[in-house]
């Protein structure tokens, strides 16, 4: 176990990393993590899948991981590719495999663009990073900051915006069939109509992002991601906006 104390802007957290290097028989480790007797399963919260990119037959062992990723209820799920350069007739496999399978792709020795005009296009170990602290981890604490203090919910509400904008920027690098404008503002009238009740307006979209989180727990995968990217891209509509009239 390697533990790590999360420290970010809205938040801290303790985790545990859990380190496992498979060197033979994948499948026999995998039926052993599975098992319910072990337990493991229900304590896990983030999965890194870790191949060579200069050995892409050793994606292969991954994709057996498959049976106990949907075992767990995981927040985050990483493949993330080190070591030399990705062959060109295996890159559509891997992305392929990470999209039906709600993983994020992370190639680590990737280099951010410093040209690039969205700070939010991360790549390499930079996204990692921000993947797994964009989680709301169990046991976290919330900071009280002066941002926050003056309205804590909307705080935490800001919290949420910040760790789906990684969700946002996965959805647009895997996904083309998104929902349509009408759809994201149908999502956020939902979930941000009330916002500005003074009585319980922060209640009511503290209770409707809930519900779509339950909600989302009993969809098929194809009805998970539409349900998830109407959500990520409502948020950032509302957000975008409410940035726009600060500075305003």
Not at 151 to 157: A, F, K, S, V
Request: charged share 25%; with cysteine.
């Amino acid at each position: 176990m390697i533990p790590w104390d999360i420290d970010t802007k809205y938040y801290t957290a303790s985790v545990d990393f859990w380190l496992d290097h498979i060197e033979s028989d994948a499948a026999e480790a995998v039926k052993a993590f599975t098992d319910d007797e072990a337990g493991i399963s229900e304590v896990v919260d983030a999965v890194i899948l870790v191949f060579r990119k200069d050995e892409p037959e050793s994606f292969n062992d991954i994709k057996i991981w498959s049976s106990f990723v949907e075992k767990c209820d995981l927040s985050i799920r990483v493949v993330l590719g080190t070591c030399g350069d990705l062959p060109a007739d295996y890159v559509d496999t891997v992305d392929e495999w990470c999209s039906e399978n709600l993983f994020v792709y992370v190639d680590a020795d990737e280099k951010m663009d410093n040209s690039e005009e969205n700070p939010m296009d991360k790549t390499g170990i930079p996204l990692l990073l921000e993947t797994l602290e964009a989680n709301m981890w169990d046991g976290l604490i919330l900071k009280s900051s002066q941002a926050q203090s003056s309205n804590t919910g909307r705080g935490y509400i800001r919290c949420h915006y910040d760790c789906i904008q990684v969700a946002h920027c996965v959805l647009i690098h895997y996904y083309t069939d998104l929902p349509s404008e009408a759809d994201i503002q149908n999502m956020r009238k939902q979930l941000f109509g009330a916002l500005d009740d003074p009585n319980d307006g922060l209640d009511q979209a503290f209770a409707q992002i809930q519900s779509l989180r339950d909600m989302g727990t009993t969809l098929p995968d194809s009805e998970r991601r539409k349900l998830a990217a109407q959500v990520a891209l409502s948020f950032a509509a509302q957000f975008n906006d409410t940035d726009k009239d600060i500075n305003d």
